[in-house]
């Protein structure tokens, strides 16, 4: 079974930085495009990055472009996601998502076969 852990969440100023993280167990990781997004209370789960299972091809939403960097480490297992110059729009929960069958980065949560739990990032003004 394939299990997707976040670590890293907290609460920053604006202007701050965080890295999330995301343990892959259960299969190997480059068998999946991974991707983070997102869910702000009372709004839709967004796409927020996504990674090709080589790692060679990577995609932000317009919003987090140019400051936030996804990356992944395959021989680890895990997926990072790198957030600068963070503003309190990017309050929300961040989720570590899997997808298994696409062979590109999907931005549909529907695409998606397995997430993590959630990790609260918190940016005050």
């Known amino acids: 079974q394939v299990q997707l852990v976040e670590s890293g969440g907290g609460l920053v100023q604006a202007g701050g930085s965080l890295r999330l993280s995301c343990a892959v167990s259960g299969r190997t990781l480059s068998s999946y495009a991974m991707s983070w997004f997102r869910q702000a209370p009372g709004k839709e789960r967004e796409f927020v990055a996504g990674?090709?299972?080589?790692?060679?091809?990577?995609y932000s939403a317009d919003s987090v472009k140019g400051r936030f960097t996804i990356s992944r480490d395959n021989a680890k297992n895990t997926v990072t996601l790198q957030m600068n110059s963070l503003i309190p729009e990017d309050t929300a929960v961040y989720y570590c998502?899997?997808?298994?069958?696409?062979?590109?980065?999907?931005?549909?949560?529907?695409?998606?076969?397995?997430w993590g739990q959630g990790t609260q990032v918190t940016v005050s003004s």
């Open positions: 990674i090709s299972r080589s790692g060679r091809i990577t």
């Open positions: 998502a899997a997808d298994l069958n696409s062979n590109y980065v999907s931005r549909r949560v529907l695409d998606y076969d397995y």
